[in-house]
């Protein structure tokens, strides 16, 4: 188990070079039961900067057709939080990339709170992101339990979000803050020039929180706009949908990549993410004292 | 008034040792056949049987058929017989004269009818017996058609005979039918004619005699009663107590601040509340009336009213909340509705009112459902919104509630979602409460009228998601003194796996945007729910009920799909109201309180059946036959 603060999210997210990131959601368990940690592996492998791991859920609300498909694939084949923490302790504390759990508040109830916290911790997860759990219920009762293990909690922001809203999560979110480029579930396209504005009036509030643009992200011209105005892009039902029609991982990324107008991109550069190479994890570089660590 | 104690008779003994065996497992009555054509027949060896080994406490019954008095008096006077049993066609005269010396059974045959002369020997006998019609004396195996004795209008306690095996018999003593005395065990427990099998009729004995487990002690005891200031509004965060609250995503959030505070600007508006009472009353037909029924009240031997709910517009008490979220929706100039439905009695009211309204309706429901409930998806075509049939998951109400919470996700701008029941997010579950509200209301001020108080003993109600319960103790819940019951759909059984009984089997759990309890499995998944109805087919249930019940302010009970129907044809017959089966859910109640000649009880009868007919019609041929092969 990992010892040190877990803020290899941080500095990716604080890179001093303009680097842009890219993020894939994947669904654990999903399309087998096994393939958590190969999708992981290969994702990271391909320079995907950080990775949302789905914990399937029986009603997942915000999720559009394929997700929901991919979840309820993943549930009947078995997984659960326990397996999932179980798969994830093989990485002995150290993901292949920065790593984060997405999923629905009630398995995480259900699994107990704390509980929960303690295992993504020792397992090595950097931070949660649940979309029903909202930011009044999350100050009152949840954060100091995020905090103790030292977990980034992270917000959506929507077209729909007032600024003052978007300012007050600013205010309290810790890693970056997750924009939902259109009011849409996963996975719905939107033809959308309301975006642009969005993403500009975004910008210009001048947050301290880096932005990371999610939902809608499925071509290069989505995934162009959304870096031109934010730190990273979210990307995820591309993905799951090349897994369901049964592509290996590998062609399921690089095509992924193709559709994004991407060159496979080398991990040399962020080897230190990388299991094998734990010896070079000590070169982290001071954070700057605008960052929060959780 | 109800019998209490069932009788057992056991009937058609005709050896000695066999009948001694019999006696010991103390029946009520043992029954000898003087009919010569029968296996059975004693008539001949009657002399030689060991009459007086049978324990006093049995009473010994001659059956006899078309036989003339003098045989009649001979027979009691030499062999002792504390009762007569008359199968054929002696006059009531007759019945007279001979109850002077004896208990007086007359039989009658019947199949599908009761026989018309029943009410002409009303006060010459101590009891009926009610046998299949077909042989004579009875002994034939084949059970008739029980329900026509939902129609018995007489006031003499009877029997039932006729192919009743161990289950059957059980089931009809569990049968709120008024004057049912017991049960006449015959050919289903021989090993040869006349020749009766001890242990299965000690199994039923002992199975009739123990407490009822459902009746055992009183499921309400543990009811907390107690005034308190406060009608039932949840904080400013959406909270009953720990129950409520507003799980959304983000995505979802600017939508419920606005509906919130338009919510709070008009729910106590003078204008609002004209517009809306005035809907309720010329166009969803309210006051409904608060009917009381009378052969309702004698069965279960309490004051019964009917909160006729099911006299509404469309059907049911949905339409009061629809009316009043509706026109919220308009003063939000939102340009569509959405809602998801079950039975389809909420998508009905939706489509209704968006007709009248001239506003486009969507409509989500379980592809299930919309097969279960053909004719409301009809009607709702027919009303000009769109049905679309959800083939996710359970393909119920749950699923239907995912697609249209994702559709208005999707459409946050336009849209108004419009909740059936008193769940989801805060201020859902308080505003279809408060426009349901309406029901307690009426209620107060028509029992006032009729039984010069306001508050009754017992306010039952059914509960799927929650809103014709919340409806109808809304304005109970304060005073201290209503013992308020929801009836939650126990479909197969409780612990049978194919539930909905959510109070019974769930936990604490984050659905549709609300804390609440949920039918869940040990890692917060949520599990499929199953009632034969579709309105109660929700694993979860409104925050108000979760806390009303944490608290224990009002009791819920588990019926089965099968106490249901019965209870809706129990309604059918002796009311002439056809209930809707989640309704009749709550009427189902009534046979598991222990309830007194003073109570006055109100059921919320939340609905009517004209949507369920296809299921009553498939149920009921099937039930008797699977009763018969039993
Ligand atoms: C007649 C009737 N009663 C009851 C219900 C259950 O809903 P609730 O618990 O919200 O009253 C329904 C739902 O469709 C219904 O149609």
Redesign the pocket.
């Known amino acids: 188990m990992s010892t040190k603060p877990n803020d290899s999210l941080l500095e990716l997210l604080h890179d001093s070079r303009e680097e842009k990131l890219l993020s894939v959601y994947i669904t654990a368990g999903f399309p087998c039961l096994e393939d958590t940690m190969p999708d992981m592996k290969t994702l990271a492998r391909s320079g995907v900067d950080f990775l949302e791991i789905g914990m399937p859920f029986s009603d997942p609300l915000a999720d559009g057709p394929v997700i929901q498909q991919s979840s309820t694939i993943a549930l009947q084949n078995g997984m659960s939080l326990g397996v999932l923490f179980e798969q994830l302790s093989a990485f002995n504390g150290i993901m292949p990339a920065p790593s984060l759990l997405m999923g629905y508040l009630n398995p995480v109830l259900c699994f107990g709170l704390e509980a929960f916290c303690q295992k993504a911790r020792a397992v090595g997860i950097s931070g949660v992101i649940l979309p029903d759990l909202p930011m009044r219920e999350y100050l009152e009762s949840y954060r100091k339990v995020f905090q103790k293990h030292r977990l980034h909690f992270i917000f959506l922001v929507t077209p729909t979000t007032p600024e003052s809203r978007i300012r007050q999560i600013d205010e309290v979110s810790t890693a970056f803050i997750y924009v939902v480029g259109s009011s849409s579930t996963t996975g719905n396209q939107h033809s959308d020039h309301g975006r642009e504005t969005y993403l500009k009036r975004l910008l210009d509030m001048n947050l301290k929180t880096p932005l990371v643009v999610g939902f809608g992200i499925s071509n290069a011209t989505s995934l162009q706009q959304a870096w031109r105005y934010a730190k990273g892009a979210i990307t995820g039902t591309a993905y799951i949908g090349r897994r369901m029609k049964g592509q290996s991982p590998d062609k399921a990324v690089s095509e992924l990549f193709h559709q994004l107008g991407l060159k496979p991109r080398s991990t040399s550069d962020r080897q230190a993410q990388t299991p094998e190479a734990e010896t070079t994890v000590e070169a982290f570089k001071p954070l700057t004292s605008k960052l929060y660590i959780p | 008034m109800r019998v209490q104690k069932k009788i057992i008779k056991v009937c058609g003994l005709k050896d000695p040792d066999n009948m001694r065996a019999v006696g010991m497992l103390r029946p009520d009555m043992m029954g000898f056949i003087f009919h010569r054509p029968s296996p059975r027949d004693v008539t001949d060896t009657i002399g030689d049987l060991p009459l007086l080994d049978i324990p006093a406490s049995v009473t010994r019954v001659a059956v006899v058929v078309d036989q003339s008095l003098e045989f009649c008096l001979g027979i009691v006077e030499r062999f002792g017989f504390g009762a007569i049993q008359l199968h054929g066609y002696q006059t009531p005269e007759f019945c007279r004269t001979l109850r002077k010396h004896c208990l007086v059974i007359k039989a009658f045959a019947l199949r599908n009818a009761l026989p018309v002369d029943v009410a002409d020997y009303e006060g010459c006998c101590d009891y009926f017996l009610f046998d299949t019609a077909g042989t004579a004396a009875g002994g034939s195996g084949m059970t008739f058609n029980h329900a026509v004795l939902y129609n018995y209008r007489g006031h003499t306690p009877f029997l039932v005979a006729g192919g009743l095996d161990h289950d059957t018999s059980l089931n009809i003593l569990d049968l709120p039918i008024p004057y049912m005395a017991g049960v006449d065990l015959n050919s289903r427990y021989e090993i040869t004619p006349g020749i009766k099998d001890p242990d299965r009729v000690n199994r039923t004995i002992t199975s009739i005699r123990q407490p009822r487990p459902h009746k055992q002690g009183n499921p309400l005891k543990n009811l907390r009663l107690q005034r308190v200031n406060q009608l039932p509004h949840p904080d400013e965060n959406g909270y009953y107590g720990e129950f409520g609250g507003a799980f959304i995503p983000e995505l979802l959030q600017a939508n419920v601040d606005e509906l919130k505070s338009v919510y709070k600007q008009y729910i106590n508006e003078e204008g609002f509340k004209n517009a809306f009472g005035q809907l309720l009353n010329d166009y969803v037909g309210r006051p409904t009336p608060l009917y009381y029924a009378l052969r309702l009240s004698e069965l279960f031997g309490c004051r019964i009213y009917l909160k006729r709910e099911d006299l509404c517009h469309t059907g ?3 339409l009061n909340n629809v009316v009043g979220q509706a026109l919220l929706a308009q003063k939000m100039n939102k340009k569509q509705i959405v809602a998801e439905t ?2 389809g ?2 998508g009905v009211a939706t489509a209704t009112v968006c007709a009248m309204l001239g506003l486009p309706c969507r409509v989500f429901m379980g592809e299930k459902d919309t097969r279960r409930q053909k004719v409301n998806v009809l009607r709702m075509k027919m009303l000009g919104a769109e049905v679309i049939p959800v083939t996710s998951g359970s393909q119920t109400l749950k699923d239907a509630t995912n697609e249209a919470i994702r559709y208005w996700i999707n459409h946050p701008d336009d849209t108004y979602y419009l909740i059936g ?2 769940i989801g997010p805060h201020p859902y579950p308080d505003m279809v409460a408060r426009f349901q509200s309406v029901i307690s209301h009426e209620i107060k001020w028509q029992l006032a009228e009729k039984e010069g108080r306001q508050d009754p003993d017992y306010v039952l109600a ?8 919340a409806g109808a103790f809304f304005h109970f819940i304060d005073n201290g003194f209503t013992r308020l019951v929801g009836a939650e759909a126990a479909g197969k059984g409780v612990n049978s796996g194919h539930t909905a009984a959510t109070i019974s089997v769930g936990s604490q759990g984050v659905l549709h945007g609300t804390k609440t309890l949920l039918m869940q499995n040990a890692d917060g998944q949520i599990v499929e729910a199953h009632s034969i109805s579709a ?2 087919d929700y694993p979860g249930i409104g925050p108000m009920h979760a806390w009303l019940h944490h608290t224990s302010r009002a009791g819920f009970l588990a019926i089965t799909d099968t106490e249901a129907m019965e209870a809706a044809r129990m309604l059918s017959l002796t009311e002439g109201i056809i209930p ?1 089966i ?2 009749a859910h709550a009427l189902a109640l009534l046979n598991k309180l222990s309830l007194k000649e003073t109570d006055v009880v109100v059921v919320n009868l ?2 009517r059946g004209d949507k369920d007919m296809e299921t009553y019609s498939e149920y009921y041929p099937h039930y008797e036959e699977n009763k018969q092969k039993q």
């Open positions: 049911a008490h949905k079950g039975a009695q909420h029941s008193s059914c509960v799927g998601g929650g809103s014709n319960a309105g109660l809707a989640e309704s939340s609905g």
